[in-house]
C-alpha cells in the first residue's frame, strides 16, 4: 500500500489534509479499518488456501459478483498504470522544469520494456524501493515537524473543500481505505495461506496497520502545515525544497523508482489479463499505449476522480471482509 500515490502525497493530501482537524480523526478510523480488515483478510487467505485474491472475492461477494469485482479489478490495474505514468512526467516538470509529456514517455517506454525484458529484477527492487522509500517519507516529515512545531503545524490545519473526494471525513476515510485494501488482497491473501502461525498474522496486521496510520498522520500534519502552497502534483517534493539541493533530488529519485516499480507491477497485471485475448507483446504495447494516453489529463486530476471512484465500488468488499469474522468461514 506504501505505493507512488501514498509517497507522492496527493492521497494523504486529498484524502485527509483536506478535512482540517477532522482528517485526523479519518486517519484513525483509517488505521483501524486496516489492522482489522487486513488481518480479517489475512485469516480468510489462510482458511482458504487462497492462491490470489480471486478466492477471497468469490468467497464474501459470491461467484457472479466475485467476477465482476474481479474485472474491476483488472480495469483499475490499467487505470494507476496511467496515473503512475502520468506521476513521472509530473515528477520531471516540477523537479527538473522539463516536459511533462517527456516524463510520462520515458517513464512509460522504460516500463514497457522492463516487462517485455523481464520482471524478476524488478521484483527484487522492490525489496528495496519500498522500505527506502518509507524511510524518506518519515525522515522528511520528521524534518518538517521539527522545522515547524508540532503546535505551530496543529494550529494550522484547516479544511480545503475544494480538494475532498467526498463530503464528510468518515467517508473519505472509508473509500481510502476501501480500495487500497481491495487492491491489496491479491497479496494478503496469499500472505495469509502461508502463515500457519495466527499469532503472526495478528501481530503482521496490527503493526502493518499502525505504520500505515503513523505515516499518514505524519504527512498530514506535514503537508497541512503548507497549505494551499503545497497543493501541487507532488506534495510531498514541495516540501523538499526547504531542506536543500540533496534532499530535494534524493527524494525525487526514490519517488520515481517507486512510480517506475508501480507501474511495472501494474501494466504486469493489466497486460497479463489482455493476453489472454491478444499475444503477450501487443497486450503489453496496448497497456503502455493506452497509459499513456490517459495520462495526458495530469496525475493530481487522475487520481482524485478514479481512486475514490474505485473505494466506492470496493466498498462492498469492504462489507464482506467486516462480515466475515461474524459468520465464520467454511473448513472445508
Do not use: K
Not at 21 to 34: E, N, Q, S, W
Request: charge should be positive; include cysteine; proline fraction near 4%.
Amino acid at each position: 500500500m506504501v505505493g507512488a500515490g501514498f509517497a507522492s502525497g496527493q492521497e494523504t493530501l486529498r484524502f485527509f489534509a483536506a478535512y482540517g482537524p477532522a482528517g485526523l480523526a479519518g486517519i484513525l478510523l483509517a488505521t483501524l479499518l486496516f489492522c482489522v480488515l487486513g488481518i480479517s483478510a489475512m485469516n480468510l487467505g489462510r482458511r482458504l488456501g487462497a492462491e490470489t485474491h480471486r478466492e477471497i472475492l468469490h468467497h464474501v461477494l459470491g461467484a457472479s459478483l466475485g467476477r465482476i469485482m474481479d474485472g474491476a479489478i483488472t480495469l483499475f490495474l490499467g487505470i494507476t498504470l496511467t496515473v503512475m505514468i502520468a506521476g513521472g512526467g509530473a515528477i520531471f516538470a516540477q523537479q527538473l522544469g522539463a516536459p511533462y509529456a517527456l516524463g510520462t514517455l520515458l517513464t512509460a517506454v522504460v516500463a514497457g520494456a522492463t516487462i517485455l525484458a523481464g520482471m524478476r529484477g524488478v521484483m527484487a527492487a522492490n525489496t528495496v524501493v519500498v522500505p527506502l522509500l518509507s524511510l524518506a517519507v518519515l525522515g522528511l516529515v520528521g524534518a518538517s515537524l521539527h522545522h515547524h512545531g508540532l503546535g505551530e503545524v496543529l494550529s494550522a490545519l484547516s479544511p480545503h473543500a475544494a480538494l475532498a473526494p467526498a463530503r464528510s471525513w468518515w467517508m473519505s476515510a472509508l473509500l481510502y481505505v476501501s480500495y487500497n485494501l481491495v487492491l491489496a488482497l491479491s497479496v494478503l491473501g496469499p500472505l495469509g495461506a502461508e502463515i500457519r502461525d495466527r499469532t503472526a498474522l495478528l501481530w503482521g496486521g496490527l503493526l502493518g496497520g499502525l505504520a500505515l496510520g503513523v505515516m499518514a498522520a505524519g504527512m498530514t500534519l506535514a503537508i497541512s502545515a503548507h497549505l494551499p502552497e503545497a497543493a501541487v502534483e507532488i506534495p510531498m517534493l514541495y516540501l523538499t525544497r526547504f531542506h536543500g539541493p540533496f534532499v530535494q533530488w534524493f527524494y525525487a529519485v526514490v519517488l520515481w523508482a517507486e512510480i517506475y516499480t508501480t507501474a511495472v507491477g501494474c501494466a504486469y497485471g493489466f497486460a497479463g489479463r489482455l493476453g489472454q485475448a491478444w499475444r503477450y507483446r501487443e497486450a503489453v504495447v496496448a497497456s503502455i499505449c493506452f497509459a499513456l494516453v490517459g495520462s495526458g489529463f495530469g496525475f493530481s486530476r487522475l487520481l482524485a476522480l478514479f481512486y475514490p471512484l474505485f473505494g466506492l465500488v470496493a466498498l462492498v468488499v469492504l462489507a464482506g471482509l467486516l462480515r466475515e469474522p461474524l459468520r465464520g468461514v467454511p473448513r472445508g
